[in-house]
């Protein structure tokens, strides 16, 4: 079966089970991966520097550039899945990156609502929780 026929069965089962478990569907391998640890959303980084508390605005910035740097550094878009988002419990779509890509802590410095937690004892914290 190729990979089109594997997305349309996906979505079409996805349509008859409930909404939680049709993003997840959609989702896949990447939102295990996700629940796993192996990847991790810019809003996980955030929360182990400490910065969870962020307005929703500001750490959708902080994502925007992490999302440039990555595409930078590779040349391609990081992968995806959906997930409910912390405060309006609405499904999102939202890119996902391994835990030390170096796109994550690009992206705080060149943010500058972030810029004051891109100091290497962070980032050491940081690695130690994730490891």
Request: aromatic letters at 10%; a positive charge; proline letters at 2%.
């Amino acid at each position: 079966m190729n990979a089109a026929a594997q997305i349309r069965r996906t979505h079409a089962a996805a349509q008859r089970v409930t909404k939680a478990l049709a993003y997840r569907a959609r989702s896949g391998a990447v939102i295990v991966a996700v629940e796993a640890g192996r990847l991790v959303r810019t809003g996980d980084i955030l929360n182990r520097l400490g910065a969870g508390d962020l307005k929703d605005g500001y750490q959708s910035w902080y994502g925007r550039h992490v999302k440039k740097a990555h595409i930078a550094a590779t040349g391609s878009e990081p992968a995806r899945c959906w997930v409910r988002h912390r405060t309006t419990g609405k499904w999102i779509h939202v890119h996902v990156y391994r835990p030390f890509d170096m796109a994550l802590y690009v992206g705080l410095v060149t943010y500058k609502q972030t810029k004051h937690l891109a100091q290497p004892n962070l980032f050491q914290a940081a690695y130690t929780e994730a490891a």
